[in-house]
C-alpha cells in the first residue's frame, strides 16, 4: 500500500532536526503555556486520559517492585505528577526531563499539594538529550510513563539509563504501540506542535537495551479497557467457558498500540524488610510464665528465626529496621498498651539477618505496674508493618506482677 503523502513521516522529522533542536522543541510546547491548571491537575486533568495514565501508572507500579526508600529516577517526568506521587510512597525521586518549565511546573505542583508526612525531598534534574548528569549505578528503580517514544535518539538514551542503574535495578515504561505516529493525535501533534511521536519498536528497543547493559525484558499482557460482562457471561467466564475467549481478544484488541514492558539489569536484589509482603517469623519467649515485683524490669530470653525470604534490616536501618516488639494486654483481653516495647535483635547496630538465620538473645521489659498482664510479642519492621499482620506468628507470655 502506497504511504499517504498527507501523513507527517516520523523518521523524517527525527532526521530533520537535531537532538537540541527536538530539545527545544519540547522546551517552546511547555513554554508557550499560558495557563498551567490542565498540567497541575494530572493525572485527573480530563476524563479522556485519566483512565489510561492511573492504568499505566499501576502497570508500572506493580512490576517496578519498589519500597520506601529507593532511589527512583523517572525519566520524561514532565511535570511530575507522578513523581509526586511516588514521594508520597516514600521514595527518593530524581524527576528528570529535557524542558525545564516543565520542571518548574512540577516544583509548583509539589509546593501546592505537597507530599503528606515526612518524606524524602525530590530531586529536579534538566536532560540536555544526551547525558545524565547522574553517576554510574546511583538510582535503583526507572520508570518512563509515555515519554521515551519522544525521545530522538532512543540508543542513546537507553545507554544513558543502563549506565546510571545500579546491577540489580529494573526500568519501567508504558508506551503506546508500533502504529503510533500514525494515530489521528500523533499526526496533530506533529503538525502542530512538530514533537516526535515515535512508533514503538520491541525488538529494536531490546537489541539497544541488550548493547546497554540490560539482561531481560518482560512485557505485560492486561486489559488497557475491561471487558463488560452480564452476570451470566461472568459466571461463564469465572467457570472456564466461552466468554474467556471473548476477553482474550478483547485483551489482544486493547494491546495492539500499548506497550507496557520491564528491562532488567542483572538479578533483582532478594527482598528485604523494607517491603511488607512475605515477612514472617517463628518466636520462642521463655519463660512463658512470670511473676515479677512491682518496678521490676522482667528478664526473658527470646530465640528468632527469619523463616521469610526476605533479609531483615538491623536496628540501624531506619526504615525497615526488624526489631522484637511487645504488645500488652490486661488479664481481661483489654489493652494496657500497643507497641509497650522494642528490643534489637543483635548487640551489632549493621548486622542484618539473612533468610532462615536464627537469633538468640536475652533480654529485659521494662516494669509494669501491679496487675495480671499477656504480653504478645510480635516481629515489627520499621515504620513497614507489624509482622502478625501478615499471618506470622506471635509468643505469648503470662505475666502476673505482684
Not at 499526526?187 to 537489541?207: F, H, L, P, S
Request: glycine share 6%.
Amino acid at each position: 500500500m502506497p504511504r499517504d503523502e498527507a501523513l507527517i513521516d516520523v523518521q523524517s522529522l527525527l532526521s530533520a532536526k537535531s537532538v537540541e533542536d527536538h530539545c527545544r522543541v519540547a522546551e517552546e510546547y511547555f513554554a508557550h503555556l499560558n495557563d498551567w491548571t490542565h498540567h497541575l491537575s494530572k493525572p485527573f486533568g480530563s476524563f479522556d486520559e485519566t483512565p489510561q495514565l492511573l492504568i499505566n501508572f499501576a502497570v508500572v507500579l506493580q512490576g517496578l517492585q519498589l519500597c520506601p526508600g529507593m532511589t527512583v529516577l523517572e525519566f520524561g517526568a514532565g511535570t511530575c505528577w507522578a513523581a509526586r506521587m511516588l514521594t508520597q510512597l516514600g521514595c527518593k525521586v530524581i524527576a528528570v526531563d529535557v524542558s525545564p518549565t516543565a520542571l518548574r511546573i512540577g516544583q509548583e505542583l509539589y509546593a501546592r499539594h505537597p507530599p503528606l508526612g515526612d518524606r524524602p525531598a525530590p530531586r529536579f534534574l534538566l536532560f540536555d538529550g544526551r547525558r545524565l548528569e547522574l553517576p554510574d549505578q546511583s538510582v535503583e528503580r526507572i520508570i518512563c510513563l509515555d515519554a521515551f517514544h519522544h525521545v530522538p535518539n532512543p540508543e542513546q538514551v537507553l545507554a544513558e539509563l543502563g549506565r546510571v542503574l545500579e546491577t540489580g535495578g529494573l526500568a519501567a515504561f508504558a508506551e503506546p504501540g508500533p502504529e503510533h505516529s500514525r494515530t489521528a493525535q500523533s499526526q496533530y501533534e506533529m503538525k502542530t506542535y512538530g514533537v516526535v511521536e515515535n512508533d514503538i519498536d520491541m525488538r529494536a528497543i531490546w537489541r539497544s537495551a541488550q548493547s546497554a547493559g540490560f539482561t531481560d525484558l518482560q512485557l505485560a499482557i492486561f486489559p488497557v479497557k475491561p471487558l463488560y460482562a452480564n452476570l451470566t457471561d461472568f459466571e461463564d467466564f469465572l467457570q472456564g467457558g466461552k466468554t474467556g475467549k471473548t476477553y482474550v481478544a478483547a485483551v489482544r484488541d486493547s494491546l495492539a498500540n500499548q506497550r507496557s514492558f520491564f528491562l532488567f539489569k542483572g538479578e533483582v536484589k532478594r527482598r528485604d524488610s523494607r517491603y511488607r509482603q512475605g515477612l514472617s517469623a517463628e518466636i520462642n519467649i521463655s519463660p512463658a510464665s512470670v511473676i515479677a515485683g512491682a518496678g521490676e524490669n522482667i528478664l526473658l530470653n527470646a530465640v528468632v528465626r527469619n523463616n521469610s525470604e526476605s533479609i531483615w534490616l538491623p536496628r540501624n536501618a531506619g526504615l525497615g529496621a526488624v526489631m522484637l516488639g511487645c504488645h500488652v494486654y490486661h488479664a481481661d483481653g483489654t489493652v494496657f498498651r500497643e507497641s509497650y516495647h522494642w528490643e534489637p535483635l543483635t548487640a551489632a547496630a549493621d548486622h542484618p539477618l539473612q533468610p532462615n538465620e536464627t537469633v538468640q538473645f536475652s533480654f529485659h521489659l521494662p516494669a509494669l505496674p501491679r496487675g495480671r498482664y499477656r504480653l504478645d510479642f510480635d516481629m515489627v519492621s520499621n515504620d513497614v508493618c507489624w509482622f502478625a499482620i501478615n499471618g506470622s506468628q506471635i509468643a505469648q507470655v503470662e505475666l502476673e506482677v505482684a
